[in-house]
């Protein structure tokens, strides 16, 4: 059944607009707080969010709703999504929560739920807590007594910028590099320069003056061009772009050239290949990732699982088949050896590592296979099913025809907008491009008919 709050990330949306008021937000806090209730223990939650100015309204709705379930809220402010995944665990809390729309504009918002192992709700968990939220649970709610109490903590900074150099051997330093990190006036604003300035890196931050409204405007890793332009004015030999919450990356080596999460999840995958330390002998993606990925894993002999679009099925993927290495084209890159989620700082210093262990150029390292040709659109919809259209099914039927066994074609609606993405890849860029535009006038004659 379809879900009404819930997407592929969370409950996601405009912010002050359904669902993202602060009268959901608050229920959320009382159903999620209920759902993970068990003992008779003091219950917490730790409550992190990134820079947009909606935060403020959803934080104090969210904290209302989880007191109003008895539970004690710990306060952690702008702080990256995998932070919040991590301190789950490291204070012991039955839930976590980011409230974050990623890398979505400011005026859009989000609320990120994890267990108390630090991993994404499951669809069941989640469809537990949607089904709550359109109930009366006041009967359910703590009495006077139990209350929930709340509270800011500080050192959170600390703790994560210590557990991300961490992830680096003790041995290894970054002196003698260059970097310049753009921070997408995000979650990861403080925290990233201090990380790469720790482990002896020459730092140019930019991007790190977050107004609310400013989150990846024009900047972080879904605008990597003003990183680019930065890299070659200040001759840097990498800069590393994060989101608005800092749970996807993407670098840009020395000449300005974009690598992507397909890129990165390469070289990551080669590297602990030939150290011994890649697990289950393969790497998880989604369907969204280049079929040149795959080429490349085979040529090592490794696997590539894929999932549908979304992290926490890379997640579920990786932990069902025991790897270690997965994540989505876009730059969201999962190690289970460190995190529960995408951590797009942690996958930026393995990035780094391999750089210091060849002691070549970025440009030399990082692409590490050639892409196939690949074309995403997307259409913009209001509302209607035209998937479902008998011209539109004709049309992809088609193109399946065409490209055969020669390519790909992934069609899917967004988990998070109002859009249908159409992707194809094939060796011929031509006939990638036109069965892509052909789909896409496809469903745009089909809507505009609706």
């Given at each position: 059944?379809?879900?009404?709050?819930?997407?592929?990330?969370?409950?996601?949306?405009?912010?002050?607009?359904?669902?993202?008021?602060?009268?959901?937000?608050?229920?959320?806090?009382?159903?999620?707080?209920?759902?993970?209730?068990?003992?008779?223990?003091?219950?917490?939650?730790?409550?992190?969010?990134?820079?947009?100015?909606?935060?403020?309204?959803?934080?104090?709705?969210?904290?209302?709703?989880?007191?109003?379930?008895?539970?004690?809220?710990?306060?952690?402010?702008?702080?990256?999504?995998?932070?919040?995944?991590?301190?789950?665990?490291?204070?012991?809390?039955?839930?976590?929560?980011?409230?974050?729309?990623?890398?979505?504009?400011?005026?859009?918002?989000?609320?990120?739920?994890?267990?108390?192992?630090?991993?994404?709700?499951?669809?069941?968990?989640?469809?537990?807590?949607?089904?709550?939220?359109?109930?009366?649970?006041?009967?359910?709610?703590?009495?006077?007594?139990?209350?929930?109490?709340?509270?800011?903590?500080?050192?959170?900074?600390?703790?994560?910028?210590?557990?991300?150099?961490?992830?680096?051997?003790?041995?290894?330093?970054?002196?003698?590099?260059?970097?310049?990190?753009?921070?997408?006036n995000g979650a990861a604003?403080?925290?990233?320069?201090?990380?790469?300035?720790?482990?002896?890196?020459?730092?140019?931050?930019?991007?790190?003056?977050?107004?609310?409204?400013?989150?990846?405007?024009?900047?972080?890793?879904?605008?990597?061009?003003?990183?680019?332009?930065?890299?070659?004015?200040?001759?840097?030999?990498?800069?590393?772009?994060?989101?608005?919450?800092?749970?996807?990356?993407?670098?840009?080596?020395?000449?300005?050239?974009?690598?992507?999460?397909?890129?990165?999840?390469?070289?990551?995958?080669?590297?602990?290949?030939?150290?011994?330390?890649?697990?289950?002998?393969?790497?998880?993606?989604?369907?969204?990732?280049?079929?040149?990925?795959?080429?490349?894993?085979?040529?090592?002999?490794?696997?590539?699982?894929?999932?549908?679009?979304?992290?926490?099925?890379?997640?579920?993927?990786?932990?069902?088949?025991?790897?270690?290495?997965?994540?989505?084209?876009?730059?969201?890159?999962?190690?289970?050896?460190?995190?529960?989620?995408?951590?797009?700082?942690?996958?930026?210093?393995?990035?780094?590592?391999?750089?210091?262990?060849?002691?070549?150029?970025?440009?030399?390292?990082?692409?590490?296979?050639?892409?196939?040709?690949?074309?995403?659109?997307?259409?913009?919809?209001?509302?209607?099913?035209?998937?479902?259209?008998?011209?539109?099914?004709?049309?992809?039927?088609?193109?399946?025809?065409?490209?055969?066994?020669?390519?790909?074609?992934?069609?899917?609606?967004?988990?998070?907008?109002?859009?249908?993405?159409?992707?194809?890849?094939?060796?011929?860029?031509?006939?990638?491009?036109s069965v892509v535009d052909?789909?896409?006038?496809?469903?745009?004659?089909?809507?505009?008919?609706?």
């Open positions: 059944m379809a879900k009404k709050y819930f997407g592929t990330d969370g409950i996601r949306g405009r912010a002050n607009r359904f669902p993202m008021t602060a009268e959901i937000a608050m229920k959320v806090g009382m159903a999620a707080g209920l759902s993970f209730q068990n003992g008779s223990h003091r219950h917490r939650v730790v409550l992190g969010k990134d820079t947009r100015l909606s935060g403020y309204m959803i934080e104090n709705a969210l904290v209302s709703g989880f007191c109003a379930a008895g539970m004690d809220v710990f306060l952690l402010g702008p702080i990256p999504t995998p932070a919040v995944a991590m301190l789950v665990r490291s204070l012991r809390a039955d839930i976590g929560v980011m409230i974050s729309a990623s890398h979505n504009p400011y005026h859009d918002n989000g609320i990120k739920l994890f267990g108390p192992d630090g991993y994404k709700l499951s669809d069941k968990i989640e469809g537990r807590i949607e089904a709550m939220l359109d109930k009366e649970v006041e009967l359910a709610l703590a009495d006077n007594g139990g209350l929930g109490r709340a509270k800011r903590v500080d050192g959170v900074h600390d703790r994560y910028i210590e557990f991300a150099k961490r992830t680096l051997p003790r041995s290894m330093s970054l002196a003698g590099l260059r970097i310049v990190v753009d921070c997408a604003y403080k925290v990233a320069p201090a990380v790469l300035w720790e482990l002896g890196a020459e730092v140019v931050p930019i991007h790190v003056e977050p107004n609310g409204v400013n989150i990846n405007e024009e900047c972080g890793s879904t605008h990597p061009m003003s990183l680019a332009k930065k890299v070659h004015e200040v001759r840097a030999d990498i800069g590393i772009a994060l989101d608005g919450d800092a749970d996807r990356v993407v670098i840009v080596d020395e000449n300005g050239t974009v690598i992507d999460g397909d890129q990165i999840m390469g070289l990551i995958a080669r590297s602990w290949h030939e150290m011994g330390r890649l697990a289950g002998g393969g790497v998880v993606a989604t369907v969204m990732s280049n079929l040149g990925l795959e080429r490349f894993l085979g040529d090592l002999k490794l696997d590539l699982h894929r999932v549908k679009v979304g992290d926490r099925y890379v997640v579920e993927r990786m932990r069902a088949s025991g790897l270690n290495v997965g994540g989505e084209q876009s730059g969201h890159v999962v190690l289970s050896d460190f995190s529960t989620t995408g951590d797009g700082l942690v996958a930026a210093l393995q990035v780094l590592a391999c750089i210091k262990r060849q002691g070549k150029p970025a440009s030399e390292v990082c692409k590490v296979f050639e892409p196939v040709p690949q074309l995403l659109k997307n259409v913009r919809i209001s509302g209607g099913k035209p998937l479902e259209s008998a011209p539109v099914k004709a049309v992809i039927a088609d193109a399946e025809a065409r490209l055969g066994d020669k390519g790909r074609l992934v069609i899917r609606p967004s988990g998070t907008e109002p859009l249908i993405r159409v992707m194809a890849e094939a060796d011929d860029p031509s006939l990638v491009e052909e789909i896409v006038h496809a469903i745009a004659d089909s809507k505009n008919a609706a």
